[in-house]
């Protein structure tokens, strides 16, 4: 089944700091997420996480647009992936949403209609408490050329009838956690189709979640030797090399990145952050500033990493500017009342 993805840029809560990809939206009522988390027996407003601080969670809505009223509605999967634990699976219901707690570092959340991956996007990585709410539309493809601002996922790949049963075979074992059966799976389906990069990447992923690094890095780099723009890979393979502490090549990594998807925010930051922990400030807040020009609200946290390194640097008075800047944008951000106060002693 070929499909179609579109970002839809809704509204999103976010209150913190830190390492990977993609926030979007601006500010709204915390009754938001509730009312989604609600339907799996979550409430975000009230759910603790360590240290009595609240718990972070991801959600959101998957529409499945302009099906006929008698068209059955195809099986649609999230996937929500992190650092902290293997990937969770969620099949969705009528109501299109979706929540998962977070727990790790970074994020990845997928998306599979009939047990074919059809899109993807990369998550912030943000300490504290945090609501972030990632919406999609997928239109079937009758809609492809009706619907106005519409682009086709980047990196969709028709199915193989020879390996369609194993993606769902891989996306059952995930959903029952069955992490080496999984792994299993998605090797045979390479094993059938070595040109799969969607394939290679997913299983990338779960060896990445099962600690097994290096074979995460072989499953990335196979994939990207078939398909080297494949930005899901090249971001992946970044965040081991900087997880491995190995800045330069994480560099050219995610340089890589901005080149194949120069409107990838999540990239942008990625290299600021990479530049930064490879003492390169300059270049590092020239990437940051990008993130920030694509997406200035769901890169909001990149002033805060702006903020630090004049801090660091004795430039007291531009880490205010970024701190003033970030809380224009993050007005309920928990930590308020110290930037205030940072701001106050240290004048622009």
């Not at 995930?174 to 998605?186: M, P, S, V, Y």
């Not at 702006?306 to 660091?312: Q, T």
Request: glycine content about 8%; hydrophobic content about 40%.
């Amino acid at each position: 089944m070929s499909m179609i993805v579109k970002l839809v840029l809704k509204p999103a809560i976010f209150t913190a700091l830190l390492l990977v990809v993609t926030v979007l939206g601006t500010g709204v009522v915390r009754g938001q997420a509730d009312d989604v988390c609600r339907e799996f027996g979550m409430t975000p407003s009230r759910d603790l996480g360590d240290r009595n601080r609240l718990a972070r969670f991801i959600y959101g809505k998957i529409n499945v647009v302009g099906l006929a009223p008698d068209e059955k509605r195809p099986q649609v999967t999230v996937i929500f992936s992190e650092s902290a634990q293997p990937g969770r699976r969620l099949i969705l219901g009528d109501s299109g949403n979706y929540c998962f707690q977070r727990g790790g570092a970074g994020g990845m959340i997928s998306i599979e209609v009939e047990g074919i991956e059809v899109g993807r996007k990369s998550l912030s990585d943000i300490s504290g408490q945090q609501r972030e709410r990632q919406d999609f539309d997928i239109y079937p493809p009758r809609k492809a050329t009706a619907a106005p601002g519409i682009v086709s996922a980047k990196f969709f790949r028709p199915p193989n009838p020879k390996t369609a049963d194993l993606y769902k075979k891989v996306a059952s074992a995930e959903l029952n956690k069955k992490t080496d059966k999984a792994i299993e799976f998605a090797q045979e389906i390479v094993d059938i189709d070595p040109d799969d990069f969607i394939a290679w990447a997913k299983l990338g992923s779960l060896d990445l979640g099962s600690k097994k690094n290096a074979e995460a890095e072989a499953a990335f780099r196979k994939a990207l030797a078939i398909r080297a723009d494949y930005t899901p890979a090249l971001l992946n393979l970044g965040i081991l090399r900087a997880l491995d502490k190995k800045f330069p090549e994480a560099i050219e990594i995610f340089n890589q990145a901005v080149t194949s998807d120069p409107t990838s925010a999540s990239a942008y930051r990625l290299l600021g952050e990479a530049y930064l922990q490879n003492r390169q400030g300059s270049l590092g807040l020239a990437a940051l500033d990008k993130a920030l020009e694509i997406d200035p609200i769901g890169m909001a946290e990149c002033h805060l990493l702006k903020a630090r390194l004049f801090d660091l640097a004795g430039a007291k008075n531009l880490a205010s500017h970024e701190y003033k800047a970030f809380l224009e944008k993050v007005p309920d951000y928990p930590d308020k009342k110290s930037l205030e106060k940072y701001i106050k002693d240290n004048p622009e």
